[in-house]
Nanobody, 129 residues
Framework: QVELVESGGGLVQAGGSLRLSCATS????????IGWFRQAPGKEREFVAA????????SYSDSLKGRFTISKDNAKNTVDLQMDNLKPDDTAVYYC??????????????????????WGQGTQVTVSS
């Protein structure tokens, strides 16, 4: 069982930045692709970004690319999501998720929530105008 714990959410003004972290075990960090999703009230869970186990393959939502950056911190076993120039429409609960296929190399097509098998509890991000 893979445990994922998100942190770093909060309240920020439009134009500001936040950095979310997804902590997991050393084994999971070294074995599985990790993705970030978000869900606003009344909306479907939406793909944000994903990174392969090695960090060598990265995928972004087309609408968010350029403002959001996903990365791996090998020292902390975290997958981080740097969010810049935030907008009120970015307000949502942000979730990280693990792909349970061992060391999948190509994650380019992994953009649906059903592609991921383990989920964290989420962290709230609120952007005020």
């Amino acid at each position: 069982q893979v445990e994922l714990v998100e942190s770093g959410g909060g309240l920020v003004q439009a134009g500001g930045s936040l950095r979310l972290s997804c902590a997991t075990s050393k084994r999971a960090f070294a074995s599985y692709a990790i993705g970030w999703f978000r869900q606003a009230p009344g909306k479907e869970r939406e793909f944000v970004a994903a990174i392969s186990w090695s960090g060598g393959s990265i995928s972004y939502s087309d609408s968010l690319k350029g403002r959001f950056t996903i990365s791996k911190d090998n020292a902390k076993n975290t997958v981080d999501l740097q969010m810049d120039n935030l907008k009120p429409d970015d307000t949502a609960v942000y979730y990280c998720a693990a792909d349970l296929a061992w060391r999948r190399a190509n994650i380019a097509t992994m953009r649906h929530k059903d592609d991921f098998g383990a989920w964290g509890q989420g962290t709230q991000v609120t952007v005020s105008s």
